[in-house]
């Protein structure tokens, strides 16, 4: 596969705005990418995978919303990317009494839409969604809480628990000669934690409990009974599901053939999936990807941003 490189944004085909949303104490900063013209333009909002991240969702020397922000802007669609709760207010979402995904991305996401709402360069019967990995995993639940979506697109989005995700992540990197003693030490103590996980009841405390990530039992409680693969098919927008064949977080056999299988008699559900792009959706430099795939410099491949942009403007890939 070859690459392409972004270089600087074209200022005749893309507006960058420093804007904010929310309500206090959770105001975030973001930028709001606007075409050239009057509009309205269909607009996308991006939601972060795992972890504190920016509004560019920087991993090494990649930053994905970044490459998704510009492409989808020189294609006449806006795009709204701010940065997470988590990375703007980490000490007092420490504090909160009962952390769930809630807090860390589906309240804000819901915030990001009801702003864009307040746009007016914005169509308001074309907003979409875009999450990766996590924000992907999460989507058919957010999708379900707000009816005015035109769409969902699920990016490297996994179809399994956290855990099992998790467990199945720390046994590949186990395999891998580049792990060292040091981080084998550290993964076989996640393995402890995933099974602490798996036996978690609700009565139990989270100070008392190792759990992965130091993540409360608040959180995994909140995802016990969370089906996405089954949320999925009950949703009636059009949904977008994007995999990269190389991806060893989110696999194609554990987790897009299971989105694949569960919704291949729903009309509104498309799925595709990309030969030799990691989880980042970058060309990835072995098969499957490692983490050192990630600090190889790279951008998002131009026909997953092709593909966004058409199925957003035409409601389908062909």
Same mark, same amino acid.
């Given at each position: 596969?070859?690459?392409?490189?972004?270089?600087?944004?074209?200022?005749?085909?893309?507006?960058?705005?420093?804007?904010?949303?929310?309500?206090?104490?959770?105001?975030?900063?973001?930028?709001?990418?606007?075409?050239?013209?009057?509009?309205?333009?269909?607009?996308?909002?991006?939601?972060?995978?795992?972890?504190?991240?920016?509004?560019?969702?920087?991993?090494?020397?990649?930053?994905?919303?970044?490459?998704?922000?510009?492409?989808?802007?020189?294609?006449?669609?806006?795009?709204?990317?701010?940065?997470?709760?988590?990375?703007?207010?980490?000490?007092?979402?420490?504090?909160?009494?009962?952390?769930?995904?809630?807090?860390?991305?589906?309240?804000?996401?819901?915030?990001?839409?009801?702003?864009?709402?307040?746009?007016?360069?914005?169509?308001?019967?074309?907003?979409?969604?875009?999450?990766?990995?996590?924000?992907?995993?999460?989507?058919?639940?957010?999708?379900?809480?707000?009816?005015?979506?035109?769409?969902?697109?699920?990016?490297?989005?996994?179809?399994?628990?956290?855990?099992?995700?998790?467990?199945?992540?720390?046994?590949?990197?186990?395999?891998?000669?580049?792990?060292?003693?040091?981080?084998?030490?550290?993964?076989?103590?996640?393995?402890?934690?995933?099974?602490?996980?798996?036996?978690?009841?609700?009565?139990?405390?989270?100070?008392?409990?190792?759990?992965?990530?130091?993540? =409360? /039992? !608040? @959180?995994?409680?909140?995802?016990?009974? #969370?089906?996405? %693969?089954?949320?999925?098919?009950?949703?009636? +927008?059009?949904?977008?599901?994007?995999?990269?064949?190389?991806?060893?977080?989110?696999?194609?056999?554990?987790?897009?053939?299971?989105?694949?299988?569960?919704?291949?008699?729903?009309?509104?559900?498309?799925?595709?999936?990309?030969?030799?792009?990691?989880?980042?959706?970058?060309?990835?430099?072995?098969?499957?990807?490692? =983490? /050192? !795939? @990630?600090?190889?410099?790279?951008?998002? #491949?131009?026909? %997953?941003?092709?593909?966004?942009?058409?199925? +957003?403007?035409?409601?389908?890939?062909?």
């Amino acid at each position: 596969m070859g690459e392409q490189l972004w270089g600087e944004t074209d200022s005749k085909s893309c507006r960058e705005n420093h804007v904010y949303f929310g309500s206090e104490p959770w105001v975030l900063p973001a930028t709001l990418s606007l075409p050239e013209g009057p509009g309205p333009f269909p607009v996308v909002v991006l939601v972060h995978g795992s972890g504190p991240q920016d509004r560019n969702e920087t991993i090494g020397p990649n930053q994905v919303f970044k490459d998704l922000a510009w492409g989808l802007c020189s294609r006449n669609i806006a795009v709204l990317r701010y940065d997470k709760r988590t990375r703007v207010y980490p000490q007092a979402v420490q504090q909160l009494a009962s952390f769930t995904v809630a807090d860390e991305t589906t309240d804000d996401v819901l915030e990001a839409v009801a702003f864009l709402k307040r746009v007016e360069q914005i169509d308001q019967t074309k907003i979409f969604l875009l999450g990766h990995s996590l924000g992907g995993f999460l989507l058919p639940r957010i999708a379900q809480q707000t009816g005015d979506l035109a769409g969902v697109i699920l990016l490297a989005a996994n179809a399994r628990p956290l855990e099992d995700v998790l467990d199945s992540q720390v046994k590949y990197l186990l395999t891998l000669p580049e792990t060292t003693d040091v981080m084998r030490q550290a993964l076989r103590e996640m393995q402890a934690q995933i099974e602490r996980l798996r036996t978690l009841t609700l009565d139990q405390n989270s100070d008392s409990l190792g759990l992965p990530f130091n993540v =409360p /039992a !608040s @959180y995994w409680h909140d995802l016990k009974t #969370y089906q996405p %693969v089954q949320l999925v098919s009950t949703l009636s +927008i059009p949904v977008l599901i994007l995999q990269g064949e190389s991806d060893y977080q989110v696999t194609m056999a554990e987790d897009f053939h299971l989105w694949q299988d569960a919704t291949k008699d729903q009309e509104q559900v498309t799925c595709k999936s990309y030969p030799g792009l990691h989880h980042l959706f970058m060309v990835s430099n072995t098969t499957p990807a490692t =983490p /050192a !795939s @990630y600090l190889v410099p790279g951008h998002v #491949y131009p026909e %997953v941003i092709d593909d966004i942009a058409k199925w +957003i403007t035409t409601g389908h890939l062909l």
